[in-house]
């Protein structure tokens, strides 16, 4: 009895997750259409007004500007490497686990 409504728990779960990720995805496939057309259905003309819109891209005024972002950039980065590298490190250098051979 218990497996029978465990097994049926589980298929509701399952079926609820992909009607929130059908809505999800028809909802996003909407934005995507939507933004299209406000663009005359032009991909890149809407992935620039996406990078202006995020800052990853713009006009600077001056060549102080822009290495003001440049630097702030770099930064980003250099922090990424410092988070990144111990983790890294500590996975590599790990102990190896010793495996015993059964001989038959």
Same mark, same amino acid.
């Given at each position: 009895m218990t497996t029978n409504?465990?097994? !049926?728990?589980g298929k509701l779960f399952?079926?609820?997750m /992909?009607?929130?990720g059908v809505m999800v995805g028809a909802w996003a496939m909407? /934005? /995507?259409?939507?933004?299209?057309s406000q663009v005359n259905w032009q991909v890149s003309e809407?992935? !620039?007004s996406y990078l202006v819109a995020t800052g990853a891209i713009g006009e600077?005024?001056?060549l102080v500007d822009f290495y003001s972002h440049i630097k702030g950039v770099e930064y980003i980065i250099c922090l990424a490497?410092? /988070?990144a590298f111990p983790a890294f490190f500590k996975y590599v250098n790990r102990p190896q686990e010793k495996t015993v051979a059964v001989r038959r």
């Amino acid at each position: 009895m218990t497996t029978n409504n465990t097994n !049926r728990s589980g298929k509701l779960f399952l079926a609820m997750m /992909v009607g929130v990720g059908v809505m999800v995805g028809a909802w996003a496939m909407g /934005v /995507v259409l939507f933004s299209l057309s406000q663009v005359n259905w032009q991909v890149s003309e809407l992935l !620039r007004s996406y990078l202006v819109a995020t800052g990853a891209i713009g006009e600077f005024q001056t060549l102080v500007d822009f290495y003001s972002h440049i630097k702030g950039v770099e930064y980003i980065i250099c922090l990424a490497f410092l /988070v990144a590298f111990p983790a890294f490190f500590k996975y590599v250098n790990r102990p190896q686990e010793k495996t015993v051979a059964v001989r038959r």
